[in-house]
């Protein structure tokens, strides 16, 4: 790449800042749009608490010097286990002022590619011209909604990435649907905040995740064989934790890795929480319409329920011809398999200098790539493409349980 060239970053979220941490380690000072953390502000309950364990929710930086332990010891605070969400946003914003200090927060509204170069039309109608751009733009277009439920209108019918805090329904009867950890965790929140709630579910029950049992030695010994990635199990998650593995994998296998990394599950934790909430499991919405007083729904049972809310924690469907900024000219060029993008080493699309990181990366690199652990081989990957390094064939992605504290500083 020249030494004048520019590199843009669509995105100021995890991804996004560990990306601009390792570019600037490499000696290239990207621009970064977008409001920090953006998307956790407005799209995630504020009552939250991370499924990720602490091991696997630094985000990544090269020198690491910006861990979440670093963070405790500069601000003198101390993260709860699990983590609230509110409290994992601090850490990110001062992650943020050591990495991306100038991040411009204005929203880029359309890119296109002219003569071998990214034009980015910016929300207050001003361009900046790019050789790369990184799209790390999150999951905010990809809420699923089941197609029973999804035309009704939001006052009705909500997902739980359209909320950032649920105590507006307390003293309401709401549904939610899904057997993950959103959905597990909304109705735990909306119980405590005085909501009547019910999950219904098509999985045949609620799978948990395994406790983390310091007392027993051999359940210790089971969780130190275990990827520090917390996706997966013993070998299905040794696999995703290996990116570069997984992307030279045969292509019938991936499917089956992903399928079993990021099936619903819920946090051992929020059992007890939700002890006191019906569940009703192996049953699918059939029907929706709206009623007097919320929403009339038929079970494919055939049993009717009418709550006044249905709040969808059904997950995300990647599609990347839904981000709104990419232009539909760019759209044609790239090539997608499902919704993905597929990606070349450095996280490179079939358009050239278009990088895609993130849950976008899943198709090719894994499902550790929706989580935050996924930014230790995303981002030394981009910034290895970038400055024109090879590759590493085997390169974890997750933060060393063993490291020399660092004196580098990025700031």
Known sequence: MRDDARVAIIGAGPYGLACAAHLRHVGVEPMVFG??????RKHMPRQMLLRSRRCASHIADPTRALTIDEFERDTGTKLSEPIGIES????????????????????VRQVDRVDGRFNLRLDDGQDQVADRVVVAAGLEPFAWRPSSLSDLPRELVSHTSDHEDLAS???????V???????????AILHEVGADVEIVARAPGV???APEDRTDMR???????????????????????????FRRMPGKMRPEITRRCIAPKGSDWLRPRLADVPMDTGRAVAQATPSETGVR??????????????????GYAVDITRYPFLSSQLIDDIEVAGGYPA????FESSVPGLHFVGAAGTLSFGPVMRFVVGTWYAAPALARRVSGRRQRVIRMSYKPRLVLRPTADLT
Not at 92 to 107: L, Y
Not at 169 to 175: D, L, N, P, S, T
Not at 177 to 187: K, R, T, Y
Not at 297 to 314: A, K, M, S, Y
């Open 35 to 40: 409001e920090p953390m953006g998307y956790w």
């Open 177 to 187: 649907v899904g057997a993950g950890q959103s959905a597990l965790e909304s109705a």
């Open 169 to 175: 329904f307390a003293g309401k009867q709401v549904m």
């Open 88 to 107: 994992y946003i601090d850490y990110a914003d001062w992650f943020c002022r050591a990495v991306a200090p100038d991040v411009d927060r204005r929203r």
């Open 297 to 314: 729904i038929v079970l494919d049972d055939g049993t009717v329920r009418d709550p006044d809310h249905v709040l969808l924690g059904t």
């Open 219 to 245: 359940a210790r010994m089971k969780q130190l064989m275990m990827p520090p990635t917390g996706v997966g199990g013993m070998g299905s998650g040794w696999v995703a934790a290996a990116p570069e593995v």
């Open 207 to 209: 799978v948990w995740l």
């Open 343 to 346: 990606l070349r080493p450095g």
